[in-house]
């Protein structure tokens, strides 16, 4: 069993865990309930339970990856909002689970998985992926190593304000953020807020999601249209802003809103040639790898490349 | 004379040249006047005529260090528009006009004077230096290193998009690039338009520059205010849409305009509290240190950690 890797990706509802041969293919993958909780929770505990269950022998393994939703600076989280979670030391909680010291490596989730799409791609040195999902999560790659930042916050595109005339509310508290635009959440109270205006749509349904909204607008609905273009919009001028920062290979787009594909994809790109500055034009753009999956392949590779 | 560096640092007007001790301190310095052009340029050959004048023996120094304005990519910059170069191979050039081989570190001018101003600090592993002048450049450092980009240009903060309605178009042909608000053009042209629409002002001399309207702003003059304080807030949201990519300890604010000082130093602060990231906040803002000199100390730096 030497130098088998176990990945683990922590999420809101359920812990993805994987184990990892020798040669980077999945030999064994299982889900563990995520137990929600600020001290009480038992969740290390039920991850290392669900290791032990699998006759996993941890003297031959090479390590345990771990992904999880908050700032990561060393072995620390600094809170989870999503697991309702305080400042944790991570290893040191699973390796006390566990009973067991075991080389362990502690990841943002959102770096884990644009480490794990960085090593589907040839010949990229630096890349940041985009998660868009409920918020717009971001996982940044420079010289082929996680960059974090100094309060592992680094990759935070949500947030890049974006804003315009119409900008809305964020959670964080701002106005104008990149995902009040163009999450499944910003797409869906854009479109409302016009729909509530008067404005015409063939979408009337009082109970909509962000699928729909893009169905209606790959139908030709043009209030649907014109809100999915302002997310595409939006998203190039967030791309265009981080490219003059950081000059990258590639951005890869992700989460389900990228399940629409090209379709999404090209408007993005349409709007980038227009608002990237000259020289950096030669950007690549495209969808995602990995799909759910690049959390537990990234985990896996923050092991292997320790 | 072992282990001496020279450094390099070539304006658009002229070349900053000095001879750094095995210390880090400059024994001697001198300027040679910036000869442009495409091919036909003495550039080189005039750096290093004034090397030999000097009797520096260049088999007892540690090495040249050499900033230029324009993208680097290993040894090469990627064209130099203000000093009409083309592509040129820089180590080549100045070895050729030098007649040896002696270890040439070539560097772009504002990543040099970042990672000068970098080891002035104590206590930050990553920062990015501002250089307010006629446009906005931006030198990058993450975890120690100087942060160059695929193609060279990371860092071109000049050319984030933080524009609103009253955007002006940019010389790069984008509109609402953060130049075209808080250089000293930007800031010149903004004023001029608004005097032009007949918002008054004291400040009624046909021929004015960025400085007498920062004069005018300390003075009170009601419009001069408006637009320094509307540079301040696009550098303020600049910085803030940076940060959530890059996640910095500290931003330094350089170039002519910084010389105004806490004046406009604190505008900017108080900006950045309103629109940064709650989990962000505590990014330093504070004036650059070095200066003019903050590219032959960074070209010194870059050879002596090479």
Redesign the interface.
Known sequence: MMDKIIALDVGGSSVKCALFSKTGTIEDRWGVPTNKGAQNSTLFEDIAKSIKLRNIDLDKIKGIGIGVPG?VVGDTVYGAVNLGLDKTDVKKALEEALGKTVPIYVENDANCAAYGEFFTLDNA??LALLTLGTGIG?G?I?NQAI???????????G????G??DALTCN???SGCLETYASATGIKRHFLRARNQGIKTKLNQSEINAKMIFDAAKAGDSLALKIIDKAAYHLA?GI???N??????VVLVGGGLSLSGAFFTEKIKTYFQD?A????K?LEIKTANLGNDAGIYGAYQVVKHA
């Open positions: 700032p040195s630096s971001g940044i420079l960059y974090r930042g100094i309060n592992g916050s680094a990759g935070e595109i947030h890049m304000n974006t315009d005339e964080c508290g701002l001028k265009a802003n981080m003059v920062i950081l000059d990258l290979d608002l500055f000259t020289p950096l030669g």
